[in-house]
């Protein structure tokens, strides 16, 4: 089993930065992969980011370029650098670990922008 602990949201001005932090309870470098999904309200869940043991990295087209996952196996942390910020990336952001036939998620952190 996997404890996943996101850290870092908050509320800021658009055209701000926000660095969330993801803490796993395990190595990260035995998960697959590793994301970041967002849930904004009256919306689905939808995937902002992902990243790969190898470091493959995938983005959501509405995050290209502004956002940045990363990861420090050293200690098992998975990030996620948010740049340029605007209102419609105001959300519940959860961290997920994605391992062989299971699934674990973070509790989220809240991440407001306002215009």
């Known amino acids: 089993q996997v404890q996943l602990v996101e850290s870092g949201g908050g509320l800021v001005q658009a055209g701000g930065s926000l660095r969330l932090s993801c803490a796993a309870s395990k190595s990260i470098s035995t998960i697959n992969a590793m994301g970041w999904y967002r849930q904004a309200p009256g919306k689905q869940r939808e995937l902002v980011a992902r990243?790969?043991?190898?470091?493959?990295?995938n983005y959501a087209d509405s995050v290209k370029g502004r956002f940045t996952i990363s990861r420090d196996n050293a200690v098992n942390t998975v990030y996620l650098q948010m740049n340029s910020l605007t209102p419609e990336d105001t959300a519940v952001y959860y961290c997920n670990a994605d391992m062989t036939f299971v699934t674990y998620w973070g509790q989220g952190t809240q991440v407001t922008v306002s215009s």
């Open positions: 990243i790969t043991t190898g470091g493959s990295t």
